[in-house]
C-alpha cells in the first residue's frame, strides 16, 4: 500500500453512470436497436490523495469508464461530479477549465506519442493549450518535467524511439503532470513494461502523489500491482461494480465470489500460501455485454448462485459485518469456510437463468 496523503475528502463522483453502444446495423430490418452495456449503473468515489485500484477481466468496462469520467466519451446515462461541479457530458469549451485538474496516463507509452515530434514538444503540448508558458520559459518548465520524472533534461531534442519503454512512460507522467492536475487517471500504465522497469514506474508514481497530493485512479489486471500502489480497490465485472474495500480488507476477506475468484487465481510469491490457498476455477466465459445476464450478472458463472440471483440485481451495500467502507454488491456474500472451488452445474444455471428469463 502507498504511502499516501489522502484525506477522505471525495474529489469525484460517479453516480449510476453509464455508456451504451449502439450496435450497427442492428436495426434493421425493423428489429429494435441493441447495445453493448459496456458500463452500467456505476457508482464510484475517489477520494482527494488516495489511489483507487481498479480490477477486472478485459472487457468489464474499465477503461470505458475512465473515458467517461474523463470527459472524453460521453456518458449515456449517470451523473459525474469533480469536486462540487456536475461536469457530465460537458460541451468542450465548459469542460476545459476542468480538463487542466484531471489527466491521463495511457497503456501504451509508444502508441500515445506521437513518434515525429520531438519530447520536449509533446511535453510542451498541454502547456502550449493552456497558454502558459511561450519560449524560454516553456522550454525551462518543460526540462523541469522531465527531471522531476527522472529523464535527462538534456535529451529535450530527442525523439520517442530513442527512449527505452520505461522512459517513455516517463514522458507520458511528465505530460500528465504538466498542468499539475489534482487527479491522474493511469490505464494499465505498467502492464506493456519489464517487471524491473514496472517497479520503477510505480515509485515514481508514489513518490510523485507525495509531494504533490495527487488522486489516482489506478486501472490493472493485475492484482499484485494493485495490491502494490492502492489504497482501496474496486473491483469491476461486466460493467458493474461487484465489490469496493479498503485494500487489506478486500485481499484479506473478498466477499463477492468474483472477487475471491481473481485473487485466487494471482500468483503468490510464497509457494506453501499457493498450497494451501482454495483455487477457484470459474466456469464459461464472461457473458457478452450485449446480452448480459438478468439479476446479478456473475450469476451463470457464480459457485454461490442461487434462484433469486438471476432475477434480482444485488445492491452495492456494506454488510452489517462488515466495515462501512467494505460494499459488495452480492446476495450471498463469501463467508469463511465456504467451499467456491465447484463451478454451478449445467442444471443450477439453466435453472437460475429460467427464473431470471421470467421475472
Ligand atoms: Fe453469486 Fe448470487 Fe452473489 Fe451474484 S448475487 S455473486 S450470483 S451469490
Known sequence: MTTS??????????????????????????????????????????????TLGLVGETGCGKSTLARCLLGLQPATGGRIFFEDDDITNLSRSDMRPFRREMQMVFQDPMGSLNPRRRVGSIIADPLKIHGLAVGRELKRQVQGLMELVGLNPEHYNRFPMEFSGGQRQRIGVARALALRPKLIICDEPVSALDVSIQAQILNLLTSLQRN????????????????????????????????????????????????????????????????????????????????????????????????????????????????????????????????????????????????????
Open 5 to 50: 496523503t489522502f484525506t477522505g475528502e471525495v474529489l469525484m463522483r460517479a453516480e449510476g453512470v453509464q455508456k451504451y453502444f449502439p450496435i450497427r446495423g442492428s436495426a434493421l430490418f425493423g428489429g429494435s436497436k441493441a447495445e453493448v452495456k459496456a458500463v452500467d449503473g456505476v457508482d464510484l468515489e475517489l477520494r482527494r490523495g488516495e
Open 212 to 359: 504533490f497530493g495527487l488522486t489516482y485512479l489506478f486501472i490493472s489486471h493485475d492484482l499484485s500491482v494493485v495490491e502494490h500502489i492502492s489504497d482501496r480497490v474496486a473491483v469491476m465485472y461486466l460493467g458493474r461494480i461487484a465489490e469496493v474495500a479498503d485494500v487489506k480488507d478486500l485481499y484479506n476477506r473478498p466477499r463477492h465470489p468474483y472477487t475471491a475468484a481473481l485473487l485466487s487465481a494471482a500468483p503468490v510469491a510464497d509457494p506453501r500460501s499457493a498450497d494451501r490457498r482454495q483455487r477457484i476455477i470459474l466456469g464459461g466465459d464472461p457473458p457478452s455485454p450485449a446480452h448480459p445476464p438478468a439479476g446479478c450478472r456473475f450469476h451463470p458463472r457464480c459457485p454461490k448462485a442461487q434462484s433469486i440471483c438471476a432475477h434480482e440485481v444485488p445492491a452495492l451495500v456494506a454488510r452489517d459485518d462488515d466495515p462501512p467502507s467494505h460494499r459488495t454488491a452480492c446476495h450471498f456474500p463469501v463467508e469463511p469456510g465456504d467451499d467456491l472451488t465447484h463451478t454451478p452445474s449445467s442444471e443450477q444455471v439453466e435453472d437460475a437463468t429460467a427464473a431470471g428469463a421470467m421475472s
